[in-house]
């Protein structure tokens, strides 16, 4: 029977979260520290541990099947790879910075300037769909030091909390992509391969699902039920229970973590007592 070959970054900022959400959906690696390949005990699945960097060529010759990687090196070096999944955490953004001082008025600032980078393919074509023309100097890392050195006017590079921009006084002028941890798909990939991804993204769904919502049980007088009701989304709809107190009940039901303390609050209002909230390890619909 053949095996999935996944790839995931062997040390840096990806590297966790995609163990973990390899084990979250059930999948156990003999792990040896520094193995450059495990296979998984209870599932049809290979791990190769690869530089972020080097995986889109693996992933366009086929020398893996599928891939943990940022959405940004995708854009800057994987044409052709197809997204099965936003996995939802390492999110970024790239952006292009200027020094704080340097007034901005738009993109045509840019124009004829020196921008520092690591993400070349990604930024020319951001400066060529707005007509720009710029000199790019390709630096592997250590970005935002380069206006400071004097080697460059902007530097285009990840930014997450802002914090390295900050610390080099540098501040965010284009944002040219959103970015997250995404399962990436080889162009080239048998049905027998297929099988098995689709498994895993089965799989990862109901995990993300989970993490994305939060279940909640609450005491409600008889009397507020059908307001409090209104308020609660549920699966299906809420479930509600006799309290063995007469006149009350208690209602359970699930809350997406983005609508949570808006609901919380209504809740409240509506005459909701004892509000309890647990997370969900995983939500098969
Ligand atoms: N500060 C950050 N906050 C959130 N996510 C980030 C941050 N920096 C990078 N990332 C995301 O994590 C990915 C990996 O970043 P990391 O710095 O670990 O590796 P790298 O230097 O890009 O790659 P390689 O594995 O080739 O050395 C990036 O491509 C991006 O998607
Ligand atoms: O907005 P912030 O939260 O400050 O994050 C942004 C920084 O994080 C990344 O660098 P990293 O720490 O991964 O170092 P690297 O350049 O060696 O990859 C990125 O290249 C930025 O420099
Ligand atoms: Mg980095």
Known sequence: MSKLRIAVQKAGRLHDESMEILKDIGISIDNGKDQLKASARNFPLEVFYLRNGDIPQYLKDGVVDAAIIGENILV???????????????????????????????????????????????????????????????????????????????????????????????KEVEVIMKSEAVLAVSPVLSQEKQDILDKIQFRLQSVLKGRNSKYVLLNAPNDKLQDIINVLPGMKSPTVLPLAQEGWSSVHSVISKNQFWDIIDELKKKGAQGILVCPIEKMVI
């Open 76 to 170: 800057e070096k994987g044409n052709g790879i197809t997204i099965a999944e936003k996995l939802g955490f390492s999110t970024c953004k790239v952006s292009i910075a200027i020094p704080k001082s340097v007034k901005y008025t738009g993109i045509q600032d840019l124009e004829g300037k020196r921008i520092a980078t690591s993400y070349p393919n990604t930024i020319q074509g951001y400066l060529d769909k707005n007509g720009i023309k710029a000199n790019l100097h390709i630096i592997n890392g250590s970005v935002e030091i380069a206006p400071n050195i004097g080697l460059a006017d902007a530097i285009c590079d990840i930014v997450s909390s802002g914090s390295t921009l900050f610390k080099n006084n540098l």
